[in-house]
């Protein structure tokens, strides 16, 4: 299976910048999307942003222009990159994976990380 750990999560004040890291680990044939989300308490997990193993990105209306994406397929590794943050960012935010777990299959899994805390202070 796959493992997601995040790291980069912390306090920052409004206008302030923090950069989401994720290192996957573990066993599997490919990894597809990948993605981070956020959740606050009593809400639903959003997408913030989420990228192919092409590059294809998909953002959320609220990342756009502030929130950059990015991975690197060899270091397995994914960013984000949070610029501009406002006090309505503050969620906590987790990685996800969807993979292949081996050449034989077609369906795909998605692993979850357990997610990193972003708190921006107005």
């Known amino acids: 299976q796959v493992q997601l750990v995040e790291s980069g999560g912390g306090l920052v004040q409004a206008g302030g910048s923090l950069r989401l890291s994720c290192a996957v680990s573990g066993r599997f044939f490919r990894i597809n999307t990948m993605g981070w989300y956020r959740q606050t308490p009593g809400k639903q997990r959003e997408l913030v942003a989420s990228i192919t193993s092409f590059g294809l990105i998909t953002s959320a209306d609220s990342a756009e222009g502030r929130f950059t994406i990015s991975r690197d397929n060899v270091q397995k590794m994914v960013w984000l990159q949070m610029n501009s943050l406002k006090s309505e960012d503050t969620a906590v935010y987790y990685c996800?994976?969807?993979?292949?777990?081996?050449?034989?299959?077609?369906?795909?899994?998605?692993?979850w990380g357990q997610g990193t805390q972003v708190t921006v202070s107005a």
């Open positions: 996800a994976a969807d993979f292949v777990a081996s050449a034989w299959q077609r369906t795909e899994t998605r692993s």
